[in-house]
T-cell receptor, first 115, second 120 residues
Framework: AQSVTQLDSHVSVSEGTPVLLRCNYS??????LFWYVQHPNKGLQLLLK??????LVKGINGFEAEFKKSETSFHLTKPSAHMSDAAEYFC?????????????FGKGTRLSVIA | GAGVSQSPRYKVAKRGQDVALRCDPI?????LFWYQQALGQGPEFLTY??????LDKSGLPSDRFFAERPEGSVSTLKIQRTQQEDSAVYLC??????WGSGGLQLETQYFGPGTRLLVL
Protein backbone atom coordinates (compact mmCIF):
# COMPACT_ATOMS: atom_id res chain seq x y z
CA ALA A 1 0.00 0.00 0.00
CA GLN A 2 1.12 3.51 -0.73
CA SER A 3 1.03 6.45 1.65
CA VAL A 4 2.49 9.89 2.17
CA THR A 5 3.22 11.74 5.38
CA GLN A 6 3.39 15.50 5.36
CA LEU A 7 5.45 16.32 8.39
CA ASP A 8 4.00 19.77 9.09
CA SER A 9 0.32 20.66 9.14
CA HIS A 10 1.11 24.38 9.09
CA VAL A 11 4.18 26.35 7.95
CA SER A 12 4.52 30.09 8.33
CA VAL A 13 7.24 32.10 6.54
CA SER A 14 7.96 35.75 5.90
CA GLU A 15 7.67 37.09 2.39
CA GLY A 16 10.98 36.79 0.55
CA THR A 17 12.31 33.94 2.71
CA PRO A 18 12.73 30.30 1.62
CA VAL A 19 9.92 27.77 1.77
CA LEU A 20 10.36 24.12 2.77
CA LEU A 21 7.38 21.75 2.90
CA ARG A 22 8.35 18.23 3.94
CA CYS A 23 6.96 14.96 2.61
CA ASN A 24 7.90 11.33 3.15
CA TYR A 25 6.37 8.53 1.10
CA SER A 26 5.89 4.80 1.35
CA UNK A 27 5.39 2.69 -1.76
CA UNK A 28 5.77 -0.96 -2.67
CA UNK A 29 6.36 -0.07 -6.29
CA UNK A 30 8.25 2.55 -8.23
CA UNK A 31 6.23 5.61 -7.33
CA UNK A 32 5.17 8.68 -9.18
CA LEU A 33 5.15 11.66 -6.85
CA PHE A 34 3.34 14.97 -7.16
CA TRP A 35 2.77 18.21 -5.36
CA TYR A 36 -0.62 19.88 -5.78
CA VAL A 37 -1.67 23.30 -4.48
CA GLN A 38 -5.20 24.26 -3.44
CA HIS A 39 -6.16 27.91 -3.05
CA PRO A 40 -9.37 28.69 -1.15
CA ASN A 41 -12.48 27.87 -3.16
CA LYS A 42 -10.38 26.82 -6.13
CA GLY A 43 -9.53 23.47 -7.67
CA LEU A 44 -6.35 21.52 -7.10
CA GLN A 45 -3.53 22.63 -9.36
CA LEU A 46 -0.50 20.53 -10.22
CA LEU A 47 2.76 22.19 -9.17
CA LEU A 48 5.16 19.48 -10.31
CA LYS A 49 5.56 15.73 -10.75
CA UNK A 50 8.30 13.12 -10.56
CA UNK A 51 8.00 10.05 -12.79
CA UNK A 52 11.52 8.57 -12.87
CA UNK A 53 13.45 11.05 -14.96
CA UNK A 54 15.62 13.66 -13.20
CA UNK A 55 15.44 13.49 -9.41
CA LEU A 56 15.29 17.29 -9.13
CA VAL A 57 11.98 18.40 -10.54
CA LYS A 58 11.15 21.97 -11.40
CA GLY A 59 7.56 23.13 -11.31
CA ILE A 60 5.50 26.22 -11.80
CA ASN A 61 5.83 29.47 -9.85
CA GLY A 62 9.45 28.80 -8.89
CA PHE A 63 8.78 25.64 -6.88
CA GLU A 64 10.97 22.56 -7.09
CA ALA A 65 11.24 19.20 -5.34
CA GLU A 66 13.93 16.56 -5.02
CA PHE A 67 13.23 12.84 -5.05
CA LYS A 68 15.51 11.08 -2.55
CA LYS A 69 14.97 7.34 -2.66
CA SER A 70 17.37 6.62 0.22
CA GLU A 71 15.38 8.94 2.48
CA THR A 72 11.96 8.19 0.89
CA SER A 73 11.43 11.93 0.74
CA PHE A 74 10.05 14.41 -1.77
CA HIS A 75 10.33 17.82 -0.09
CA LEU A 76 9.00 20.94 -1.82
CA THR A 77 11.09 24.11 -1.83
CA LYS A 78 11.03 27.64 -3.13
CA PRO A 79 13.87 30.16 -2.69
CA SER A 80 11.69 33.17 -1.97
CA ALA A 81 8.08 33.13 -0.77
CA HIS A 82 5.47 35.43 -2.28
CA MET A 83 2.20 36.45 -0.70
CA SER A 84 0.33 34.64 -3.45
CA ASP A 85 1.93 31.34 -2.36
CA ALA A 86 -0.32 31.19 0.72
CA ALA A 87 -2.45 28.07 0.18
CA GLU A 88 -2.83 24.39 1.10
CA TYR A 89 -0.20 22.06 -0.38
CA PHE A 90 -0.65 18.34 -0.88
CA CYS A 91 2.05 15.73 -1.45
CA UNK A 92 0.67 12.87 -3.54
CA UNK A 93 1.86 9.38 -4.56
CA UNK A 94 0.65 6.97 -7.20
CA UNK A 95 1.92 3.78 -8.76
CA UNK A 96 3.96 4.39 -11.88
CA UNK A 97 3.21 2.42 -15.05
CA UNK A 98 -0.37 1.84 -14.12
CA UNK A 99 -3.21 3.39 -16.00
CA UNK A 100 -5.75 3.21 -13.24
CA UNK A 101 -4.09 3.84 -9.93
CA UNK A 102 -5.77 6.57 -7.92
CA UNK A 103 -3.77 9.31 -6.29
CA UNK A 104 -3.05 8.95 -2.59
CA PHE A 105 -2.93 12.33 -0.87
CA GLY A 106 -1.22 13.47 2.29
CA LYS A 107 -3.21 15.44 4.85
CA GLY A 108 -1.88 18.72 3.52
CA THR A 109 0.34 21.55 4.75
CA ARG A 110 -1.11 25.01 5.08
CA LEU A 111 1.42 27.65 4.06
CA SER A 112 1.04 31.13 5.49
CA VAL A 113 3.14 34.01 4.16
CA ILE A 114 3.63 37.01 6.40
CA ALA A 115 4.25 40.43 4.90
CA GLY B 1 -9.04 25.06 -23.36
CA ALA B 2 -11.89 24.10 -21.08
CA GLY B 3 -10.94 22.32 -17.90
CA VAL B 4 -12.91 19.95 -15.72
CA SER B 5 -16.22 21.40 -14.61
CA GLN B 6 -18.52 20.31 -11.81
CA SER B 7 -22.06 21.21 -10.86
CA PRO B 8 -23.56 22.30 -8.65
CA ARG B 9 -20.72 24.10 -6.89
CA TYR B 10 -22.66 24.06 -3.61
CA LYS B 11 -25.42 21.79 -2.44
CA VAL B 12 -27.34 21.83 0.82
CA ALA B 13 -29.40 18.71 1.50
CA LYS B 14 -31.62 17.59 4.33
CA ARG B 15 -30.64 14.33 5.94
CA GLY B 16 -32.27 11.49 4.03
CA GLN B 17 -32.45 13.36 0.74
CA ASP B 18 -30.88 11.98 -2.45
CA VAL B 19 -28.34 14.13 -4.32
CA ALA B 20 -26.66 13.94 -7.73
CA LEU B 21 -23.32 15.58 -8.50
CA ARG B 22 -22.17 16.09 -12.06
CA CYS B 23 -18.70 16.09 -13.58
CA ASP B 24 -17.76 17.19 -17.10
CA PRO B 25 -14.22 15.99 -17.79
CA ILE B 26 -11.77 17.44 -20.27
CA UNK B 27 -12.90 16.42 -23.73
CA UNK B 28 -11.27 13.19 -24.86
CA UNK B 29 -9.92 12.17 -21.48
CA UNK B 30 -10.26 8.45 -20.99
CA UNK B 31 -9.91 8.28 -17.22
CA LEU B 32 -12.21 9.85 -14.65
CA PHE B 33 -11.81 9.76 -10.89
CA TRP B 34 -14.02 10.86 -7.98
CA TYR B 35 -12.51 11.90 -4.67
CA GLN B 36 -14.03 12.98 -1.35
CA GLN B 37 -12.34 15.72 0.68
CA ALA B 38 -13.48 16.11 4.27
CA LEU B 39 -12.83 19.39 6.06
CA GLY B 40 -9.15 19.81 6.87
CA GLN B 41 -8.15 16.57 5.14
CA GLY B 42 -6.61 15.54 1.85
CA PRO B 43 -8.83 14.11 -0.88
CA GLU B 44 -9.58 10.39 -0.69
CA PHE B 45 -10.30 8.14 -3.66
CA LEU B 46 -13.87 7.01 -4.25
CA THR B 47 -14.09 5.45 -7.71
CA TYR B 48 -12.46 5.28 -11.16
CA UNK B 49 -13.77 4.99 -14.72
CA UNK B 50 -11.94 4.14 -17.90
CA UNK B 51 -14.30 5.32 -20.62
CA UNK B 52 -17.73 4.00 -19.53
CA UNK B 53 -16.35 1.10 -17.48
CA UNK B 54 -16.17 1.51 -13.71
CA LEU B 55 -12.92 -0.33 -13.01
CA ASP B 56 -12.51 0.45 -9.34
CA LYS B 57 -15.13 1.39 -6.76
CA SER B 58 -13.23 0.27 -3.71
CA GLY B 59 -13.29 3.74 -2.15
CA LEU B 60 -17.06 4.18 -2.07
CA PRO B 61 -17.91 4.36 1.65
CA SER B 62 -21.26 2.59 1.47
CA ASP B 63 -23.87 1.21 -0.89
CA ARG B 64 -25.61 4.58 -0.69
CA PHE B 65 -22.95 5.90 -3.06
CA PHE B 66 -23.31 5.17 -6.75
CA ALA B 67 -21.46 6.53 -9.78
CA GLU B 68 -21.99 6.19 -13.49
CA ARG B 69 -20.47 7.35 -16.78
CA PRO B 70 -22.80 5.82 -19.37
CA GLU B 71 -21.32 7.35 -22.52
CA GLY B 72 -17.73 7.62 -21.41
CA SER B 73 -17.76 11.38 -20.92
CA VAL B 74 -19.97 13.06 -18.30
CA SER B 75 -20.14 11.30 -14.94
CA THR B 76 -22.66 11.52 -12.11
CA LEU B 77 -22.03 10.66 -8.48
CA LYS B 78 -25.25 9.90 -6.66
CA ILE B 79 -25.65 9.70 -2.90
CA GLN B 80 -28.86 8.19 -1.61
CA ARG B 81 -30.39 8.91 1.80
CA THR B 82 -27.67 11.44 2.67
CA GLN B 83 -26.22 11.46 6.17
CA GLN B 84 -24.38 14.24 7.99
CA GLU B 85 -21.09 12.39 7.62
CA ASP B 86 -21.45 12.74 3.83
CA SER B 87 -20.77 16.48 4.17
CA ALA B 88 -17.56 17.11 2.24
CA VAL B 89 -16.18 18.50 -0.99
CA TYR B 90 -16.52 16.03 -3.86
CA LEU B 91 -13.78 16.38 -6.46
CA CYS B 92 -13.69 15.04 -9.96
CA UNK B 93 -10.48 14.57 -11.95
CA UNK B 94 -9.81 13.44 -15.49
CA UNK B 95 -6.68 12.29 -17.27
CA UNK B 96 -5.54 10.79 -20.51
CA UNK B 97 -3.62 7.51 -20.74
CA UNK B 98 -0.30 7.16 -22.49
CA TRP B 99 -0.25 3.89 -24.39
CA GLY B 100 3.39 4.46 -25.35
CA SER B 101 6.39 2.18 -25.47
CA GLY B 102 7.13 2.55 -21.77
CA GLY B 103 4.00 0.65 -20.84
CA LEU B 104 0.68 1.94 -19.69
CA GLN B 105 1.30 5.26 -17.99
CA LEU B 106 -1.04 7.42 -16.03
CA GLU B 107 -1.05 10.97 -17.24
CA THR B 108 -1.54 13.97 -15.00
CA GLN B 109 -4.93 14.22 -13.33
CA TYR B 110 -6.69 17.54 -13.78
CA PHE B 111 -9.17 18.48 -11.08
CA GLY B 112 -12.44 20.33 -11.18
CA PRO B 113 -13.38 22.98 -8.61
CA GLY B 114 -15.42 20.52 -6.59
CA THR B 115 -18.96 20.37 -5.23
CA ARG B 116 -19.31 21.35 -1.59
CA LEU B 117 -22.07 19.22 -0.04
CA LEU B 118 -23.57 20.13 3.30
CA VAL B 119 -26.06 17.71 4.83
CA LEU B 120 -28.20 19.19 7.61
Amino acid sequence: AQSVTQLDSHVSVSEGTPVLLRCNYSSSYSPSLFWYVQHPNKGLQLLLKYTSAATLVKGINGFEAEFKKSETSFHLTKPSAHMSDAAEYFCVVSERNSGNTPLVFGKGTRLSVIA
Amino acid sequence: GAGVSQSPRYKVAKRGQDVALRCDPISGHVSLFWYQQALGQGPEFLTYFQNEAQLDKSGLPSDRFFAERPEGSVSTLKIQRTQQEDSAVYLCASSDIDWGSGGLQLETQYFGPGTRLLVL
